[in-house]
T-cell receptor, first 115, second 114 residues
Framework: DAGVTQSPTHLIKTRGQQVTLRCSPK?????VSWYQQALGQGPQFIFQ???????QRGNFPDRFSGHQFPNYSSELNVNALLLGDSALYLC??????????????FGPGTRLTVL | AQSVTQLGSHVSVSEGALVLLRCNYS??????LFWYVQYPNQGLQLLLK??????LVKGINGFEAEFKKSETSFHLTKPSAHMSDAAEYFC????????????FGQGTELSVKP
């Protein structure tokens, strides 16, 4: 059983560009959350998708947007990249039978570097 | 608002010694509490979780944590450290009303000396 997968592993962009990160949840999971982990910091919640809709959002600007597809996979889009967007972006999925969606399984992350 | 404070950004122990990583939380509702481990260049792996059942929670790799409501703490312990335990450890809090949104602490880097 494959766990949470993310692509690409690493990405280098320049300021002002746009980036799309991808996530496939663990089998049997239907809820996907995205986190940003800056160097030396704990992960920070960006948003969560369930049934193809954004259910919750953290304190991130509108430059950060997402999408969930019918197969439960998800994308994170960041527009007008800033140097401060450089971070490890983590995707986490939650099992369908967990009513509180509290047990989250994390992917290996995508390391984004903005130059 | 919920928050998590991890005391000590770096902890160093000798192999075979007790591991104690401290976590204090703030929550206006009964919390769910988690410890995650992160090895270099990897994602987060769940060590254990507290979801209002037993206050002493046992996790993987010999780790355990005790929920103490009076102290608002959820410290992580392991009786005997192994070299393979060297990693970054994160404490996180959530609640049923948040629908799975995790609030993480800053992390504690554990070093294990031979």
């Amino acid at each position: 059983d494959a766990g949470v997968t993310q692509s690409p592993t690493h990405l280098i962009k320049t300021r002002g560009q746009q980036v799309t990160l991808r996530c496939s949840p663990k089998s049997g999971h239907d809820t996907v959350s995205w986190y940003q982990q800056a160097l030396g910091q704990g992960p920070q919640f960006i948003f969560q998708y369930y049934e193809e809709e954004e259910r919750q959002r953290g304190n991130f600007p509108d430059r950060f947007s997402g999408h969930q597809f019918p197969n439960y996979s998800s994308e994170l889009n960041v527009n007008a990249l800033l140097l401060g967007d450089s971070a490890l972006y983590l995707c986490a999925s939650s099992p369908r039978d967990d009513p509180t969606y509290n047990e989250q399984f994390f992917g290996p992350g995508t390391r984004l570097t903005v130059l | 608002a919920q928050s998590v404070t991890q005391l000590g950004s770096h902890v160093s122990v000798s192999e075979g010694a007790l591991v104690l990583l401290r976590c204090n939380y703030s929550s206006s509702v009964p919390p769910y509490l988690f410890w995650y481990v992160q090895y270099p260049n990897q994602g987060l792996q769940l060590l254990l979780k507290y979801t209002s059942a037993a206050t002493l929670v046992k996790g993987i790799n010999g780790f355990e944590a005790e929920f103490k409501k009076s102290e608002t703490s959820f410290h992580l312990t392991k009786p005997s450290a192994h070299m393979s335990d060297a990693a970054e450890y994160f404490c996180a809090v959530s609640d049923a009303n948040q629908g799975g949104k995790l609030i993480f602490g800053q992390g504690t880097e554990l070093s294990v000396k031979p």
